[in-house]
């Protein structure tokens, strides 16, 4: 019976990580086509997403399935960084008040 409500503990939990990922593909958007306000809605979200699921992967960890959530994380970081790269001279050249 516990390995049965473990199973499905961890079946929700891995769905919900998934679910909690970032809904963006921030490395392949537009930030040219953007204004001041929509780039910085697009690393807002990026950030609040990321801490649920750094939060929710320390729970997925304690049920053995930390490694789905860390190689999740480690996409996640590297699209991150890569529209980080993008993002900061278009965030110069539009004169917004805000940096990445």
Known sequence: ????ILSLVLASSTLTGCSMMPKSDIANTDFTKMDC?????????YDSTMEMVNTGGSLLSAFGAGAVTSSATTVAESAHQQAL???RPIV???HCNFTI
């Open 1 to 4: 019976m516990k390995k049965i």
């Open 37 to 45: 306000e929509q780039i910085k809605a697009v690393f807002d979200e």
């Open 92 to 94: 110069k050249i539009k």
């Open 85 to 87: 790269l993008i993002a």
